[in-house]
């Protein structure tokens, strides 16, 4: 299942009226200092999607910043886990345990250092990875059987870099906002992909030596985009020298 057969899929159930049918989660930490660090992917993406279904996440509710609103026919009920993402399950189960939602119905979105800043990979169910935030919703759920979203913030740069220290170090200036524009999740969920030129795995960084995008995706680039092919090559060609 892809992501936009899974979001096809809750906007396609009709669930206007009553309680929330579904739970969105998008894990991390409160507080400004952990803001914009690698171990809030989830907070960033959950917050982009709210903002394009105009949904407000102003409501503290089970130990959460949360909001409802609808994904296309269905009613949802939008979490920010307040508990530090290591105790991330009191709120969702809570949450579950309220609204009568069951596991599969809780979609959990959250960071993963194992993918690339920015790239997405979905799975309907299973292990915690290692994921802290994960393990503790697998715990309180009593259930593995539940969809979640991994939002790639990069490996660790060496093998001996304190892990703790990775994921609560904020993104390079340089990914920062090619990452936020992946992490816009509603924009992504909602509507079919733009084409893209064959930049677009490399476009983290202006240093990356990537070939120029095809004639036929060319006219689709964003002025950003072409702008930063031209820098790209002219870097690449500095390298030749």
Not at 158 to 180: E, M, T
Request: contains cysteine.
């Amino acid at each position: 299942m892809g992501i936009f057969d899974l979001f096809k899929q809750i906007e396609g159930e009709s669930h206007k009226m009553g309680k929330p049918t579904w739970l969105i989660v998008g894990l991390g930490n409160p507080g400004l200092e952990y803001a914009e660090t690698r171990h809030n992917a989830g907070f960033l993406a959950i917050t982009q999607l709210a903002k394009q279904h105009e949904i407000a996440l102003s409501t503290m509710k089970f130990r959460s910043d949360c909001g409802d609103g609808m994904l296309g026919e269905t009613r949802c009920f939008f979490m920010k886990p307040a508990t530090y993402m290591n105790n991330s399950g009191e709120a969702v189960a809570a949450a579950a345990e309220f609204y009568k939602i069951p596991p599969e119905r809780v979609l959990v979105l959250y960071d993963d250092i194992s993918l690339p800043p920015g790239k997405i990979r979905i799975r309907r169910k299973g292990s915690s990875g290692g994921h802290n935030g994960i393990k503790s919703i697998i715990a309180l759920l009593g259930s593995e059987e539940f969809p979640r979203v991994k939002i790639g913030v990069g490996e660790k740069p060496r093998k001996d870099y304190n892990l703790a220290d990775w994921v609560l170090g904020s993104f390079r200036r340089a990914i920062k906002k090619p990452c936020s524009r992946r992490f816009c999740l509603g924009q992504t969920f909602t509507a079919p992909p733009r084409p893209r030129s064959t930049t677009s795995r490399n476009r983290m960084s202006p240093m990356s030596c990537a070939p120029p995008p095809r004639p036929s995706t060319f006219a689709s680039c964003t002025a950003r985009e072409r702008s930063l092919w031209a820098r790209t090559s002219a870097f690449r060609s500095r390298r030749q020298i």
